[in-house]
Nanobody, 113 residues
Framework: VQLQASGGGLVQAGGSLRLSCAAS????????MDWYRQAPGKQREFVAG???????NDVDAVKGRFTISRDNAGNTVYLQMNSLKPEDTSVYYC????????WGQGTQVTVSS
């Protein structure tokens, strides 16, 4: 299982970014996929997830601003991030669990005030 995250960058507060997670095989259609983030000096935290059936959930801190989606044909999961805030600055990781936890390499998101 390989997960390749991309799409991070530097953006001003109020801006938008779309993160992508390209997965090997047909993982995105068969397993739940998640996005996590980790800010410096903090623990990695769950941000948003999408089940195999397409149900989504996210944490209160991003509710109404972030949207997780997937393209099964392209084996890609996305995280659309709007109205970004400086506190969203983190390294973002995509994740799935297939007997074991698999993580992408992370993509840096920096939001300037």
């Amino acid at each position: 299982v390989q997960l390749q995250a991309s799409g991070g960058g530097l953006v001003q507060a109020g801006g938008s970014l779309r993160l992508s997670c390209a997965a090997s095989g047909s993982i995105t259609s068969s397993y739940a996929m998640d996005w996590y983030r980790q800010a410096p000096g903090k623990q990695r935290e769950f941000v948003a997830g999408i089940t195999r059936g397409g149900n989504t959930n996210d944490v209160d801190a991003v509710k109404g601003r972030f949207t997780i989606s997937r393209d099964n044909a392209g084996n890609t999961v996305y995280l659309q991030m709007n109205s970004l805030k400086p506190e969203d600055t983190s390294v973002y990781y995509c994740h799935t669990r297939i007997l074991y936890d698999f993580w992408g390499q992370g993509t840096q998101v920096t939001v300037s005030s």
